[in-house]
């Protein structure tokens, strides 16, 4: 049972105290008090399927035994800052990560956040490259610090910070882009920033290989390869952020970069990385590792014990689980599920994504693809007073963003696809 304040007064209680920037989704957001594997309860007990599951922060699904049992335990044995002393449960969990990365991405550095991942990897290419100007693509995202929203590629999420070096390339849009999905005349853009506005060495490059916030936007096939090799003949790093789309989320691989066979020279990763539990890591070579050794460089909390114990614990949990062949399986059915109510319904314009990383764009007309902002929301709201959370994003609004706990199974992806295909039908 649960006996703390109801929804309106929390509602109150936040409107008054805390940041007047807090959004949320629904016009009676949920208080949700209970959460077990793919499902959220509020309340009042309700249960909601949970095909968000926190921005695919939640990768092993909410409150797993395993990982509870890891923070538990480690939480009463000791939690302290990762600076001055030894501590098993950071060096194991580093060692476990390395494992998951190919050839010389082999040095971990822990955060407590995307943004503080992302902030210190673009620090590490400039002081290795010895160049300021960075690359991102537009509709990307990458953080809110000073550094992270310069990369950072759409204007909702961008405050008058000063941006100098930053460029943003095109967006290899396979959905709305001039060059639909042909990478290489996306890629050019890239070699065109660095001839034209920049002396010709850059000091990296920075792509989601999915992007999330963007509006689950898979970037066009043969784009990032091409792109790396115009950053390598630049001087410039590639910097993979695998916020999202890392910890087998897109099924087919590991990481998202995977898919798209490229090696690049620094990891960031984020969000599912401890199952909720604030925790962030950059992954580099050796050689790209020691810049950091030329000043004193820490992060009191990034890595603590507690911390490094959950993502142990999620590593184990995704092997045991085998959560990657899962997000294959069931994403890939869930996918053409959802391709077939395209067929059914013109609001529908795009269904995309890899695994359990899907979107769903809707358009109020399919050849100028008029971003449909209003419906989304109503879909949303109707799918949530039927028990689904779904979530959404993309710069208009207008794409719903599937990425449930990768426990998810092909009956919940089934009674998803029923949902919104009832409430398409009352639209
Ligand atoms: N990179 C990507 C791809 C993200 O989606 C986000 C968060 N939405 C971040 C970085 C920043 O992560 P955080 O909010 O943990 O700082």
């Known amino acids: 049972p649960y006996y703390g304040p109801s929804a309106e007064e929390i509602l109150s209680k936040r409107c008054q105290f805390l940041s007047p920037a807090v959004f949320h ?37 909410h409150c797993h035994p395993e990982v509870v049992d890891a923070i538990v335990n480690q939480t ?6 990762t600076i001055l002393y030894l501590n098993p449960a950071i060096a194991e969990f580093a060692e476990a990560l390395a494992e998951k990365f190919p050839g010389d991405l082999k040095v971990v550095f ?24 960075v690359i991102s693509i537009r509709n990307g995202y990458h953080g809110n610090a000073a550094g992270t ?14 941006q100098t070096g930053v460029h943003h390339a095109l967006n290899p849009d396979q959905y709305r882009g001039s060059f639909g999905s042909d990478g290489l005349k996306y890629a050019k853009d890239v070699e065109d920033i660095v001839t034209y506005g920049t002396s010709g060495r850059v ?34 790093l590639y910097i993979a952020d695998e916020v999202q789309s890392g910890f087998a989320r897109t099924g087919s691989h590991f990481w998202g970069f995977e898919a798209h066979g490229v090696v690049p020279d620094i990891v960031t990763m984020a969000k599912g990385i401890g199952n909720g539990i604030p925790l962030g890591a950059v992954v ?31 590593l184990k949990v995704i092997e045991k689980e085998k959560l990657q062949q899962n997000a294959l399986t069931v994403g890939s059915y869930l996918k053409q599920r959802l391709t077939s109510l395209k067929d059914k319904y013109e609001l529908i314009g795009d269904v995309r994504g890899r695994g359990l990383m899907l979107g769903v764009e809707l358009v109020t007309d399919s050849q100028l693809k008029t971003p449909a902002k ?19 994003g993309g710069f208009f609004g207008n794409v719903f963003r599937i990425t449930p706990p990768l426990c998810f199974t092909k009956e919940e992806a089934d009674f998803l696809v029923d949902v919104m295909d009832y409430t398409l039908s009352k639209m």
């Open 284 to 314: 580099t070579t050796p050689e790209i590792a020691k810049v950091l050794a030329y000043r004193s460089y820490f992060n009191t909390f990034g890595g603590n014990p507690v911390c490094t114990a959950a993502g142990h614990a999620v």
């Open 110 to 133: 822990f955060t407590n956040s995307g943004t503080e991942a992302n902030e210190l990897a673009l620090l590490m290419a400039r002081l290795y490259t010895g160049c300021h100007d």
């Open 149 to 162: 929203m310069g990369a950072t590629a759409q204007s909702s999420y961008k405050f008058n910070v000063v």
């Open 76 to 81: 009463k044995r000791l939690q302290h800052s």
């Open 25 to 61: 989704f629904f016009k009676n957001p949920l208080n949700l008090v209970d959460g077990k594997m793919q499902y959220l309860f509020d309340e009042k007990g309700r249960r909601y399927l949970d095909a968000f599951g926190g921005i695919a922060t939640v990768c092993c699904g």
């Open 374 to 392: 209003v419906e989304t929301l109503n879909v949303m709201e109707q799918m949530k007073d039927m028990g689904v959370l779904i979530g959404k």
């Open 203 to 236: 000091a990296a490059f920075i792509a989601e290989a999915i992007q999330g916030v963007g509006g689950i936007m898979e970037l066009a096939p043969g784009y990032l390869p091409a792109v790396y090799s115009t950053i390598k003949k630049a001087g410039g």
